[in-house]
């Protein structure tokens, strides 16, 4: 039996197996690709577990930022030792009062301040963000070709 074997085994299926070393190390090529004021956000709704947000956090050099659209991926971010300044907050119809985590909300913290440089645990929206001098989102699906343009 291999090691996968012998995890599906103990755990059933499907068993989800993660190579956190590959994860900082993907995150550190891509990051060593790019400009070094750049800042790599990875998008929690890809993958929220702890671990992986932790071992992206914890790349060296302190580029690795959080993009997140609900309060479920700010308690992810947060519990995998992101800062909410490191959390850049997406999606439609967000209001101050929903960028504050239900943990948060029940402790009696206020709703977020506009200040991206605010040194409370609260996301920046998206439309405070620091100011880029150029802004580029990207999306990247190996072997997956582009669609055809209409």
Known sequence: MTRLDDLAARFGTPV?????????????????????????????????HPDVVAALRAVPGGRCR????????LDAALAGGFAGADCLYTGPGKTRA???PPSAAASGSSPPTRSP???T???RPASTARPPTSCCA?????????????
């Open 121 to 123: 645990s609260a996301p």
């Open 98 to 100: 929903s960028c504050v």
């Open 66 to 73: 959080a993009e997140i659209s609900s309060t479920g991926e």
């Open 16 to 48: 989800y197996v993660y190579d956190l070393d590959e994860v900082a190390a993907a995150a550190r090529d891509l990051l060593g690709a790019l400009p070094a004021e750049t800042e790599l956000f990875y998008a929690l709704k890809a993958n929220p």
């Open 117 to 119: 440089t605010s040194s």
């Open 138 to 150: 990207s999306t990247a699906r190996p072997g997956v070709p582009p669609p055809a343009s209409a």
